[in-house]
Every structure is written in C-alpha cells, then in structure tokens.
C-alpha cells in the first residue's frame, strides 16, 4: 500500500512560475517530510524538510507548506528556472529510521 | 570528498546467479539504506541500518539480503536474482536525529535476463 501519494505526475511551467507539488500521508507516526531533488543520470539530493510541529518551511526559493489535520504537505518553487528541471519526491519518515517516498514528480520549466 | 560510493554501477546478469552490489561511504554515518527507483513507483525502500550489526526490512525486502559488519560498509546481496530485480539500485547514508540528510550514492543499474 502506498503511504505517501504525490501529485502531479508530471508539471510543466513557464520560467517564473510557480510549480506546486503535493503529497498526502495515511500515518500519523511519521516524524520528519523531507524533498529530494533528482537530475537525471544522478542520485536524489536533500532539498529541503520540515517536521509536523512546523506548519511552513523557506529555503531560497523552495517553501514547504505543511497542513498537520489533513495530513498533506506541498512543495513550492517562487521564481522556478530552467535549472529547477528534474524530478521531485516527497517523502515521509517514520520513527524508528524506515523512510517512504511518493512517485515522484517531474518538472520541467520552459525558457 | 564526502561521498557514497557503489559498485559496480551496471550489472547485466542472469536469473539465479548469485549477485553483491556493494555501498561504502565515508561520512562516519550510523544510517544507510538501499533503495530501488522503478517508472511510477519512486524510490522503495529495501532495507536499512541505524548502525553496525543492526538491519531492519523497508517495503520491499523480498528477495535481497544485508549486512552491516563494519560502520563504512552496507552491501546488497541478491541471493537468487529473478527478472522482477532488474531496477536502478540506490545507496544512501545519512546522521538519523534531528536534522538527519541522507546522501545518495550514484546508483547502480541492474538487468536480471
């Protein structure tokens, strides 16, 4: 059963847009939501995390946005650039060290 | 340089040959889990260590064996690979705690004939 469902699929956005990507969670001891950035040929890389006391989380350009009660939780990219192009996943820990990821996202942004 | 090291990083084999990919990092981390990234499915969790001599099954634990003997090293044995293990192959470690980051190894593409 798959525990964090992301969406879109895949996104595709004009260069200063703002890209959205959404997870949804079913288990509530999941302790820590981090983003991977993955490009292609590449390993995935830590973008940002947030923990469920903390309803908002900025890093640069990234935000995440976290809704605790509806156990969802969103990415958002201010000011995306061709460069943001890869694929993204969201992901959720629970205690204890086992770590679930959603599909996966991919974006693309357009000159 | 910091960093997660796999090999090999392409396998071709074939069905029921007995297969090691092996993952090495050098960051002194306590966690490291191996992963497999499949079209639409993400990234899967195969199994993981919260230290030496300590391996605990993800979701998808079947058919792969691990061991943590030494801190640094985390290998993935495929005792009997079959044609549903074909998949691209990641390797992370990370500080589990408060602001615990994993870093991924390069990954290593498997084909199971």
């Known amino acids: 059963q798959q525990q964090v469902k992301q969406s879109p699929q895949s996104l595709i956005v004009q260069k200063g847009g703002i890209p959205i990507i959404n997870c949804a969670y079913e288990n509530t001891a999941f302790d820590y939501f981090p983003w991977y950035q993955q490009f292609p040929g590449k390993g995935p890389a830590l973008l940002i995390a947030?923990?469920?006391?903390?309803s908002e989380k900025k890093e640069g350009r990234f935000t995440i946005s976290f809704n605790k009660s509806a156990k969802q939780f969103s990415l958002h990219i201010m000011d995306s650039q061709p460069g943001d192009s890869a694929t993204y996943f969201c992901?959720?820990?629970?205690?204890?060290?086992?770590?679930?990821f959603g599909q996966g996202t991919e974006l693309s942004v357009k000159p | 340089e910091a960093q997660v090291t796999q090999n090999p990083r392409y396998l071709i084999t074939v069905t029921g040959k007995k297969l090691t990919v092996t993952c090495s990092q050098n960051?002194?981390?306590?966690?490291m889990s191996w992963y497999r990234q499949d079209p639409g499915l993400g990234l899967r969790q195969i199994y993981y260590s919260m230290n030496v001599e300590v391996t605990d099954k993800g979701d998808v634990p079947e058919g792969y064996k691990v061991s943590r003997k030494e801190k640094r090293n985390f290998p993935l044995i495929l005792e009997s690979p079959s044609p549903n293990q074909t998949s691209l192959y990641f390797c992370?470690?990370?500080?589990?705690?408060?602001?615990?980051?994993?870093?991924f190894g390069p990954g290593t593409r498997l084909t199971v004939l």
């Open positions: 992901a959720a820990r629970k205690r204890g060290g086992k770590l679930i």
């Open positions: 992370a470690s990370g500080h589990y705690g408060v602001t615990d980051t994993q870093y």
């Open positions: 960051m002194n981390h306590e966690y």
């Open positions: 947030i923990r469920p006391d903390v």
